[in-house]
């Protein structure tokens, strides 16, 4: 079922490694109105809320395991990273925390709010033009620098430190029938639904994609990992340029089936979110809700089902116009 580095074990050890750097996110078992209406009285939802998390996303859990496992040597050369924002904030982070010097290459597209707080986490910021051309770049300063690449979503280490959020939820909601969670690079879904399926083996889990942004659905199709030859949603976290072999392996093996959401959707799960449980988050973070009540609402009926909510990284003016344009659409019915 699962990678050998995945073990129950190996995960437990991971939480305790990271433990100092990273907060256990609360759980919230969510009943609303709507909810209700469209899924039915006797379904249970518990929301694992990992907007929480130091740095505002899960992505500290998987930098600050990456960069606890470098050598000596390697700390003293520092790290770099790519991401359109989270995974750049988590490594600048997880840098200052450990005392390692960050350099990271970040989207033109990327959010300036995210930028700037890469910054005042003390990271050197280099921008580039899109995804493609960032990977590039940071590949070049792991050249010319000796800088070890902490990567967005590929490898054990970080699967390890998103797998901690599984082995924490399944401990503070107990069984759960069905787990949601978003995917881009699979980094979160390959851990956390390699650790559901090892401690509640007969949890279906389900990934959510943006309808924009399909690589791993379409990496499934193919039997191996797939190019995203689209790009266009306003989630540009669950946007990376294509999948990678160690993450989409694990999704494979753990995710039951993979879903897609539109961003009428997204933004629509952001509106209910804010208004029934005053959460404000980022689009991706609205994934996992937006499935619930839409392609998985028919499935899900009289069953107890997790939903996380990864992630709260947005501007006030980006969060109140996708919520007010949540608030007339109509994804979720």
Not at 119 to 137: K, Q, S
Not at 249 to 268: G, M, Y
């Amino acid at each position: 079922m699962s990678s050998p580095a995945l073990s129950v074990d190996a995960i437990r050890s991971a939480r305790a490694a990271i433990a100092p750097y990273i907060t256990l996110t609360p759980t919230l078992d969510w009943r609303c109105d709507e909810v209700v209406d469209r899924l039915g009285a006797d379904t249970q939802v518990n929301l694992k809320l990992e907007l929480f998390q130091r740095t505002g996303t899960f992505k500290a859990r998987g930098a600050v395991s990456v960069m606890l496992a470098l050598s000596s040597e390697e700390r003293a050369r520092g790290v770099t990273a790519v991401s359109a924002g989270n995974h750049a904030i988590a490594t600048a982070y997880a840098a200052r925390e450990l005392g390692i010097s960050a350099k990271v290459v970040m989207l033109a597209s990327a959010n300036q709010a995210r930028v700037e707080r890469c910054r005042r986490l003390g990271a050197e910021v280099v921008i580039a033009e899109n995804g493609a051309l960032a990977f590039e770049r940071a590949k070049q300063i792991e050249i010319d620098e000796g800088r070890s690449f902490v990567h967005p979503f590929e490898g054990p280490r970080t699967a390890l430190g998103t797998a901690t959020i599984g082995l924490e939820w399944a401990e503070q909601a107990g069984p759960l029938d069905a787990v949601i969670c978003p995917i881009g690079g699979g980094g979160l879904c390959g851990g956390l639904s390699t650790a559901i399926k090892l401690l509640m083996p007969d949890c279906q889990v389900y990934g959510v994609e943006p309808e924009g942004a399909d690589n791993m659905r379409r990496s499934f199709e193919k039997g191996e990992p797939a190019t995203n030859i689209r790009i266009d949603t306003i989630a540009d976290s669950l946007a990376p340029p294509y999948s990678l072999p160690y993450s989409f392996d694990l999704c494979r093996r753990s995710v039951d089936d993979i879903v897609l959401v539109s961003d009428d959707q997204l933004r629509a799960g952001m509106n209910l979110l804010f208004r029934e449980a005053r959460l404000a988050v980022e689009p991706a973070a609205a994934a996992a809700t937006a499935a619930l009540l839409g392609p998985l609402a028919g499935r899900l009926q009289g069953q107890r089902v997790g939903v996380i909510v990864c992630g709260a990284n947005i501007d006030i003016a980006g969060f109140a116009a996708h919520v007010e344009a949540g608030r007339t659409a109509t994804g979720l019915q």
